[in-house]
């Protein structure tokens, strides 16, 4: 039977970094990214994190979710071009390794990157800038989403658990393309986004979290973890905030990314992003 539950630990984690109020004036747009709103409807989510039941590992509730409101997303990657912007107001790193062509996906960024060039956007503009959460994220993917759970296992032997995790995430196809893209080579899904899901990853603002399936379903937040930041594309994966090339080492679950970029979300009125709270309908794992 479903049990509805209203997953706010989740998201109050996801968002600890909330945007404040603006005072600037706004001025014209620096960057030519369209931006596309989407209607809020129910959608299929699982919950991003690490899980357990009783003390061992337990697959993550997947069910119907529902976002508070419409999303105003970037429908492109930020290019290279377009953070160059920012690092040359100094307001972002200047990064040697990153994107060579100026039109392609900006990539070789960390989370603090992205963040910080959310915020210089937002400056520029008057307009709140921000990373998707990663419940916005495959909100806005649709049908681009690969739900990979792991494999059902004896839930009293926990280290066959780990052993099935351990192959489904080695059995995941390896990118074919190791350099990013040029824009819209992996086309438009059903909400008019490009390359979502190829092409690059992209950094989400959620924290990685570890929760406690409850007897009634619920999920309980045991641990919060935002040096951990939540990656999507191909699949979902943890990726350390800091981290700028995930294949030097900084995957902390999951299959390494070949590249690392981001879109983001844009905030019709000044109001931190916790308040975009959904309310979902699990599946007991």
Same mark, same amino acid.
């Given at each position: $039977?479903?049990?509805? $539950?209203?997953?706010?630990?989740?998201?109050?984690?996801?968002?600890?970094?909330?945007?404040?109020?603006?005072?600037?004036?706004?001025?014209?747009?620096?960057?030519?990214?369209?931006?596309?709103?989407?209607?809020?409807?129910?959608?299929?989510?699982?919950?991003?994190?690490?899980?357990?039941?009783?003390?061992?590992?337990?697959?993550?509730?997947?069910?119907?979710?529902?976002? *508070?409101?419409?999303?105003?997303?970037?429908?492109?990657?930020?290019?290279?071009?377009?953070?160059?912007?920012?690092?040359?107001?100094?307001?972002?790193?200047?990064?040697?390794?990153?994107?060579?062509?100026?039109?392609?996906?900006?990539?070789?960024?960390?989370?603090?990157?992205?963040?910080?060039?959310?915020?210089?956007?937002?400056?520029?503009?008057?307009?709140?800038?921000?990373?998707?959460?990663?419940?916005?994220?495959?909100?806005?993917?649709?049908?681009?989403?690969?739900?990979? *759970?792991?494999?059902?296992?004896?839930?009293?032997?926990?280290?066959?658990?780990?052993?099935?995790?351990?192959?489904?995430?080695?059995?995941?196809?390896?990118?074919?393309?190791?350099?990013?893209?040029?824009?819209?080579?992996?086309?438009?899904?059903?909400?008019?986004?490009? &390359?979502?899901?190829?092409?690059?990853?992209?950094?989400?603002?959620?924290?990685?979290?570890?929760?406690?399936?409850?007897?009634?379903?619920?999920?309980?937040?045991?641990?919060?973890?935002?040096?951990?930041?939540?990656?999507?594309?191909?699949?979902?994966?943890?990726?350390? &905030?800091?981290?700028?090339?995930?294949?030097?080492?900084?995957?902390?679950?999951?299959?390494?990314?070949?590249?690392?970029?981001?879109?983001?979300?844009?905030?019709?009125?000044?109001?931190? *992003?916790?308040?975009? $709270?959904?309310?979902?309908?699990?599946?007991?794992?």
């Amino acid at each position: $039977m479903l049990l509805a $539950m209203k997953i706010k630990a989740a998201i109050t984690a996801a968002v600890l970094a909330s945007p404040i109020a603006l005072t600037v004036a706004p001025v014209a747009h620096p960057v030519d990214s369209a931006i596309t709103e989407i209607a809020a409807k129910p959608f299929q989510y699982r919950l991003a994190g690490d899980f357990s039941r009783d003390g061992k590992p337990a697959p993550a509730p997947l069910g119907e979710a529902l976002l *508070a409101a419409s999303i105003k997303i970037m429908n492109r990657q930020v290019t290279a071009g377009e953070y160059a912007r920012c690092a040359d107001d100094g307001r972002c790193p200047k990064i040697p390794q990153a994107s060579a062509m100026a039109e392609r996906p900006m990539v070789g960024v960390s989370w603090r990157d992205a963040t910080a060039y959310a915020e210089w956007l937002t400056n520029q503009t008057g307009v709140l800038h921000r990373l998707p959460t990663d419940e916005e994220w495959v909100f806005a993917a649709g049908q681009k989403v690969r739900d990979e *759970a792991l494999p059902l296992v004896d839930p009293v032997d926990p280290a066959q658990a780990w052993i099935a995790r351990y192959e489904a995430e080695a059995n995941r196809a390896r990118p074919g393309a190791l350099d990013p893209q040029p824009v819209g080579a992996f086309g438009r899904n059903e909400n008019g986004l490009l &390359d979502v899901g190829g092409n690059i990853w992209e950094w989400t603002n959620s924290c990685f979290l570890r929760m406690t399936l409850e007897p009634t379903g619920a999920a309980r937040v045991t641990n919060t973890n935002c040096g951990v930041r939540v990656v999507q594309g191909a699949h979902r994966t943890y990726m350390t &905030d800091f981290i700028r090339d995930p294949r030097t080492g900084g995957c902390a679950a999951g299959v390494p990314p070949a590249n690392l970029g981001f879109r983001l979300v844009v905030e019709d009125k000044n109001w931190p *992003a916790l308040q975009r $709270m959904i309310v979902a309908t699990f599946t007991p794992g």
